[in-house]
């Protein structure tokens, strides 16, 4: 079974801090990987994805992510934080041949202080 | 923009009703999965369909149920509502059904009272 854990559901960050989400999974298989934000109301946007290519994956917004099997983790990171990036980031995996059956972590609030 | 709409956007329902969202999938997009997000947690599957044929199913009991069309626009339909169906119930569709991308649309608030 697979599964995905997001450590702490809330992180707050100083405007032009690092951003860390941590991320980590649990797959029999070769996971598929992604991170998507909500923002209040929306639905969900695709910020980056890992699908067995490249452990170092480059998003949009500036967000990047390293999968790194020994660890099983897959954490966001984005160098310099900006007011826009206060959302709830999900992490989620699934399986390599099941396409967008995603099983999702509960989430972590971002919040950015000026 | 995902060109994935919703509608409604808001609905409120008595428990013991039926209700049934919608969804238009992304143009060319001919999977639709279909997932329940409730406040402060993460999406949970639903189900998904390919082609108009359900392909995989989540931990949700069969009063969730759904249907695809043709031009592979779904619904989503929830018999005997319980105050525990509380959600945002986001629709997400896909070029195939492997394919790794899925484009979300604003979700449906649906509020059971």
């Known amino acids: 079974a697979q599964s995905v854990t997001q450590l702490g559901s809330h992180v707050s960050v100083s405007e032009g801090a690092l951003v860390l989400l941590r991320c980590n999974y649990s797959?029999?298989?070769?996971?598929?990987l992604f991170w998507y934000v909500q923002y209040p109301n929306q639905g969900l946007q695709l910020l980056l994805k890992?699908?067995?290519?490249?452990?170092l994956v480059k998003g949009i917004n500036g967000f990047e992510a390293e999968f790194k099997k020994s660890e099983t983790s897959f954490h966001l990171t984005k160098p310099s934080a900006h007011m826009s990036d206060a959302a709830e980031y999900f992490c989620a995996v699934s399986r390599g041949n099941q396409g967008g059956k995603l099983i999702f972590g509960q989430g972590t609030e971002l919040s950015v202080k000026p | 923009e995902t060109g994935v709409t919703q509608s409604p956007t808001h609905l409120i329902k008595t428990r013991g009703q039926q209700v049934t969202l919608r969804c238009s999938s992304q143009?060319?997009?001919?999977?639709v999965s279909w997932y329940q997000q409730a406040l402060g947690q993460g999406p949970q599957f639903i189900f998904q369909y390919y082609r108009e044929e359900e392909n995989g199913r989540g931990n949700f009991p069969p009063r969730f149920s759904g249907l695809q069309f043709p031009n592979y626009s779904s619904e989503l339909n929830v018999n005997a509502l319980e105050l525990d169906d509380s959600a945002l119930y986001l629709c997400?569709?896909?070029?195939?059904?492997?394919?790794?991308?899925?484009?979300f649309g604003q979700g449906t608030r649906l509020t059971v009272v």
């Open positions: 890992y699908t067995s290519a490249a452990t």
């Open positions: 797959s029999s298989v070769p996971p598929y």
């Open positions: 143009s060319g997009h001919n999977t």
């Open positions: 997400a569709s896909s070029l195939e059904y492997l394919e790794t991308e899925a484009f």
